[in-house]
């Protein structure tokens, strides 16, 4: 299994920018997905996740700006991210939790936001 992250770049602040995830491989069920960051020096951190009844969570520090969102049929997973921060500067990382057995995660993708 392998997840493959796209979208990212360099944005205003204030701009908006769209993750991608998608999984490929030997896939029987995705039981989870969720977006997480990393800013330089800092821990990786949730950014935002689905609950087990489906629905979602976030980051206080996203919250109403963020949307994570899935496409079952494609094994994707996204995060759309409006009114970009400078603090929103970090590697974003999916993470999909698959066959009942074990996490995988994608490669990161750089997200940059200039003030």
């Known amino acids: 299994v392998q997840l493959q992250a796209s979208g990212g770049g360099l944005v205003q602040a204030g701009g908006s920018v769209r993750l991608s995830c998608a999984a490929s491989?030997?896939?029987?069920?995705?039981?989870?997905m969720a977006w997480y960051r990393q800013a330089p020096g800092k821990q990786r951190e949730l950014v935002a996740t689905?609950?087990?009844?489906?629905?979602?969570n976030y980051a206080d520090s996203v919250k109403g700006r963020f949307t994570i969102s899935r496409d079952n049929a494609k094994n994707a997973v996204y995060l759309q991210m409006n009114s970009l921060k400078p603090e929103d500067t970090a590697v974003y990382y999916c993470?999909?939790?698959?066959?009942?057995?074990?996490?995988?995660w994608g490669k990161g993708t750089q997200v940059t936001v200039s003030s």
């Open positions: 993470k999909m939790t698959i066959n009942y057995s074990m996490d995988y």
């Open positions: 491989g030997s896939i029987f069920t995705i039981n989870n």
């Open positions: 689905f609950t087990p009844t489906g629905g979602t």
